[in-house]
């Protein structure tokens, strides 16, 4: 049964409020960060202020927009909006305006467009929609694979470009399915996997995948409790990792220690498999399991980070890691942009008093900087504000994403939650050194036309979708 | 439906609070908990500029300009912000070669990348002319106004000094320099570094990241200004100065004219000696060198005051002068010279002579036996103590130790002490005979060119002197040092003075057998003595020491001229011109004058010292 409702009494007030306050901050802290003296006027249209002044317009209209569609055709036409973003992402990889080394921009004329940035929202519409009649669902893998193609879809176009930023923003969607009733153990793995990560960059790998066996051993006694049997199964692999490793010293020559490993894991897979299948020791066989993985994926991390990730990448996960200490390479950034905050202090310097951001010492700083300025003239009380402002309007969407009858609605609603959230938090994180340099944009307070639309149609479809919430009786 | 996963709604909230309040603590450290940043951040954004202040000029003492200032530039260059430039174009117009400046370059890119550092220092202004039109075309390049010294005339470099960058090690012992700045070396500029150099001021801006200036930091309220350095008003005499030096070309040697009223140096002539502007700018290291590496003549020596010559006969009057006070003989004592007294030689001339005679004449034998009775006096139990005594009248005059002139290195010469013939000879093992080539200047004693002229001006002032110095005054409100003020009295009666300058007259102005009649200036008495300072390297040096007018002295000099032989041939004459040019400002003895200047005592040491 349909119900015919005012829009503009259907939506979040207090959302649109924060929306407002949020660009109108980040307009004044754009003015700052690349204040001319020579156009001293906020509207000056040469100046980045000025231009941000017509995006912001734009979007005012835009979110108007949004608003007055109908909500049914987002959920109609979800499909076909993450099919022409595709499509667009794709093109991008042939049309687009290589800038820093990377295709992430359409250029008409004066206008240029990040798709990417519109890839968000379409994704976060596919996903609803998939899920929409699978809510409970999400325990069964042929339920999940086709929700993580959708998620990695974009993510891979992406990193093609290549923007590691943006396709570190795509998995956030994760958090939509873990909502949905994903299985935590996907992220408990995720996080191991993080941390094996880390511990494979920090550590000799041959130690590290060593000490992971021990550890299986350990587990697989404390499961069997079975002493001689247990001793068996370990005098095995000793004999094969032995016997394969003077084969390789005397003979072969040219397996190396790590191979060495893996093989011989292998094949003492194969000699546990009958005691596994007779037995039916299934703790015995995913312990096996996870250990082959991990190892598989040290491997392959340690392969990655050496022959796939971009020189400039490498180095800042070594510097957030504290491997590398630069201050005037790739750390010159980061170590400008906590100089900046930090010297901010208590009460900040000023509004147009920041030294640092006046002087162009941190990079970007309109962009994916644009947070030193708040840090630098507000000082921290203008930091916990922007933060409360982000706490707030996160939870807000919380509180109205669970208000949602329909399902697409609300899995919609998490897909802005995961967006916004990540968004947030990685930009203010690398800004005050807390996270590696990931550039991305903070949300409706950047410096820029496709983030601020990207965001404002995100947000906007939300609203669009909480105002006819009622229209629907589930 | 119902949810089953309720719960994880909060999970999330959880997770979205958690990194809120990460983000805050994180936040609360580095801009509450630590204040590093704010001066990290001043330290990116200050920019103190030095502003060095003009060195004070220096004058003669009729106010004529001997040293003064010339713009040069410091190119300086910020690495990090050089870009796409023509680098043939960017050499050729400074006159480098492209292996110097990629050398250059690195250099400063070792230096910092964002900091400025200098790329050449002191371009001409020529050069800074032509270059500065182009500057814009060489990113990261700028230019920095320094002063250099010039000099009105190519004269007085060892009087004047010179000025150079400071090293390291001066930076670690004074704190005041800073590396770039510069200092004066030897010389007034040394000696009154501290008047000369004034104070730098500092002007603090605030730059951006590619190091342009943007304004000024707090109105400039923090700034300080530089203050000039004070000029100097010196007691030399420019025209008096260069004719000497023009008097001694191709000669080695020294001249020391004082005012002996004052003590103030009229000229110091240290010959050979060298253009002041060669040791001046980025030509400095390089002509330091050269110079250096002369080790025949040693321009950089300053024999003024570094060389030490036995007096010679120039000695006589103070013995004479002090056999009188010491009341061992008087004006009228006569001794007999038969060529000679004892083992020591003496020319022909009447005999016997008295004391006028004697200095006239310049007799060994009279001032042998007057040492003797001077060593011998009953009044002292003993020779050693009487020579004692005799030496105190010496320091007195300022022999044996150092005048205490500005000029730092100085030497003190030496009249050795009763103790060192002791060492030599055992105590009591000498006697008057042992030590009697003292009696005419030879044998261990050692005297400056300064101290020579010094004791001049104290017989010119009959019995005391000032302390030879170079400043008259120092700047607007023409301070002079107080130790420049006090009067050395000389414990040797005036009247005393008069009988010896009589002789010293005679043997200018004087009849048959005066040795320094060549030095005799028309309505101008002169007061000299002549001498021969023993060289046991080769021929022997000429010297001679003047004053004049005789009744109110004007000027006091000393002259010495190396491998010239006898102390009338060229040291006299050369004396005498100058005594002539200071009091009358021309010269009257043409070919005398002619005759000097041709001289060259050079060219033929040059052939002798090369055979060795």
Not at chain 2, 124 to 143: C, D, H, R
Not at chain 2, 147 to 161: M, N
Not at chain 2, 281 to 306: S, V, Y
Not at chain 2, 422 to 445: C, H, N, P
Request: aromatic share 14%; with cysteine.
């Amino acid at each position: 049964m349909r119900r015919s409702i005012n829009i503009w009494n259907g939506i979040d007030k207090i959302t649109i409020l924060l929306f407002l306050v949020m660009v109108i901050i980040g307009w004044f802290n754009i003015y700052a960060a690349v204040y001319n003296e020579d156009h001293k006027g906020i509207l000056d249209l040469s100046q980045r202020y000025g231009k941000q002044f017509v995006w912001i317009l734009a979007t005012f209209v835009l979110a108007v927009f949004v608003v007055i569609i109908d909500n049914r055709f987002y959920l109609f036409f979800a499909w076909i909006i993450y099919a022409i973003l595709i499509f667009l992402l794709i093109l991008l990889l042939l049309f687009g305006k290589e800038i820093n080394g990377a295709k992430s921009w359409f250029e008409f004329g004066p206008l240029s467009l990040q798709p990417s940035e519109f890839a968000k929202f379409g994704t976060a519409l596919a996903l609803a929609s998939y899920l929409n009649n699978r809510r409970q669902e999400l325990t069964k893998l042929k339920v999940i694979l086709p929700a993580v193609a959708i998620i990695l879809l974009p993510a891979i176009l992406t990193e093609l470009q290549p923007d590691l930023g943006s396709t570190i923003v795509f998995f956030s969607f994760f958090l939509v399915l873990f909502r949905e009733g994903m299985s935590p153990f996907v992220f408990i793995s995720g996080l191991l996997m993080v941390l094996l990560f880390f511990l494979t960059l920090l550590i000799n790998n041959l130690y590290l995948e060593a000490g992971l066996i021990v550890i299986a051993f350990f587990l697989a006694w404390f499961e069997t409790r079975k002493f001689k049997l247990y001793l068996i199964g370990f005098g095995i692999s000793i004999l094969i990792g032995a016997g394969l490793y003077l084969l390789d010293h005397y003979l072969i020559k040219s397996l190396g220690n790590e191979l060495v490993l893996l093989i011989t894991l292998i094949m003492s897979g194969l000699a546990f498999a009958y005691y596994i299948y007779v037995k039916k020791a299934i703790a015995i066989f995913f312990i096996y399991l996870f250990l082959l993985g991990s190892i598989l994926y040290i491997n392959s991390v340690d392969y990655a980070f050496n022959h796939i990730l971009e020189p400039h990448q490498r180095d800042r996960v070594e510097i957030m890691l504290g491997f590398k200490t630069d201050t005037h390479g790739t750390g010159y950034n980061v170590n400008q942009s906590i100089i900046s905050i930090g010297s901010g202090g208590f009460k900040g310097k000023g509004y147009l008093q920041g030294t640092q951001t006046k002087f162009k010492f941190v990079p970007a700083q309109s962009t994916d900087f644009i947070f030193c300025t708040v840090g630098e003239e507000w000082g921290f009380l203008g930091s916990f504000v922007v933060i409360g402002l982000y706490l707030f309007l996160l939870l807000r969407l919380v509180f109205l994403a669970e208000r949602q009858r329909s399902a697409f609605s609300k899995i919609y609603g998490y897909g802005v939650i995961s967006i916004l959230f990540t968004h947030f938090f990685i930009n203010i994180g690398m800004a005050i050194g807390l996270l590696p340099v990931i550039g991305i944009p903070l949300p409706f307070f950047s410096y820029g036309g496709s983030s601020l639309w990207g965001f404002t149609i995100l947000l906007f479809i939300f609203l669009r979708l909480d105002a006819s919430r009622t229209e629907y009786l589930v | 439906m119902k949810d089953t996963f309720v719960i994880r709604k909060y999970v999330i909230i959880g997770l979205i609070v958690l990194a809120a309040v990460a983000l805050i603590i994180k936040l609360f450290i580095i801009q509450v908990v630590k204040d590093t940043y704010r001066l990290s951040a001043d330290n990116n954004v200050l920019r103190y500029i030095t502003q060095y202040p003009a060195r004070g000029l220096i004058y003669d003492r009729n106010g004529k300009l001997i040293v003064f200032n010339q713009a040069a530039y410091d190119l300086m260059v910020v690495p990090v912000q050089t870009g796409k430039m023509d680098t043939a174009l960017f050499c050729s117009d400074l006159g480098i070669t492209k292996d110097v400046f990629r050398e250059r370059m690195k250099t400063a890119r070792n230096y910092s990348r964002r900091a400025p550092s200098v790329f050449l220092k002191q371009i001409s202004a020529e050069t800074y002319a032509k270059f500065q039109e182009k500057i814009f075309m060489y990113p990261g390049f700028y230019v920095q106004p320094r002063t250099l010294r010039k000099y009105s005339k190519p004269v007085a470099a060892h009087l004047l000094g010179y000025v150079s960058e400071v090293d390291e090690a001066l930076i670690k012992k004074d704190p005041y320099y800073k590396p770039g700045d510069y200092i004066g070396k030897l010389g007034i500029e040394e000696a009154y570094e501290k008047d000369l150099r004034g104070r730098r001021g500092v002007k603090i801006y605030l730059v951006d990241v590619y190091s342009r200036i943007k304004g000024s930091y707090a109105d400039g309220n923090l700034d300080t200004l530089a203050v000039q350095g004070s000029d100097i008003i010196s007691g030399i005499n420019l025209d008096l100065q260069e004719y000497g030096e023009h008097l001694m070309q191709n000669k080695t040697g020294s001249i020391v004219a004082i005012e002996p009223k004052t003590g103030e140096i009229l000229a110091l002539v240290s010959s050979p000696d060298y253009d002041p502007g060669l040791l001046v700018g980025r030509i400095r290291t390089e002509n330091f060198a050269r110079l250096q590496a002369d080790t025949i003549f040693k321009p950089l020596f300053n024999r003024a005051f570094m060389a030490k010559y036995p007096p010679g006969s120039t000695f006589k009057p103070v013995n004479g002068l002090i056999a009188l006070q010491e009341k061992v003989i008087v004006p009228s004592t006569k001794f007999n010279c038969d060529h000679g007294y004892l083992f020591v030689a003496c020319h022909s001339h009447s005999s016997p002579l008295d004391l006028k005679g004697a200095i006239m004449n310049s007799c060994n034998s009279y001032f042998c036996q007057t040492y003797r009775r001077i060593l011998e006096n009953p009044k002292y139990g003993s020779v050693s103590e009487a020579y004692e005594k005799w030496r105190g009248y010496l320091n007195e005059f300022g022999f044996g130790k150092k005048l205490g002139s500005e000029f730092v290195n100085e030497l003190p010469g030496l009249v050795p002490s009763s103790a060192y013939f002791d060492r030599y000879y055992g105590k009591g093992g000498w006697k008057a005979l042992t030590v009697i080539s003292m009696a005419f200047g030879q044998g261990e004693i050692e005297t400056t060119p300064l101290q020579m002229a010094n004791y001049t001006a104290a017989i010119a002032n009959r019995g005391y002197y000032y302390t030879p110095h170079i400043v008259k005054s120092i700047g607007a409100d023409h301070r002079i040092d107080p130790r420049f003020t006090i009067r050395h009295q000389i414990s040797i009666d005036s009247a005393n003075f008069e009988e010896v300058i009589l002789g010293m007259e005679a043997a200018v102005n004087g009849g048959a057998g005066a040795t320094a009649r060549i030095a005799a200036l028309n309505g101008i008495t002169v007061c000299g003595k002549t001498g021969t300072a023993e060289n046991p390297f080769g021929e022997n040096h000429s010297v001679f020491i003047a004053f004049a007018p005789k009744d109110d002295p004007k000027i006091a000099i000393a002259v010495y001229v190396e491998n010239a032989g006898f102390g009338a041939t060229y040291a006299a004459p050369v004396a005498s011109l100058m005594i002539e040019k200071y009091l009358k400002g021309e010269i009257t003895n043409k070919p005398l004058e002619q005759r000097m200047l041709e001289l060259n005592l050079v060219d033929s040491l040059k052939v002798s010292e090369t055979k060795h």
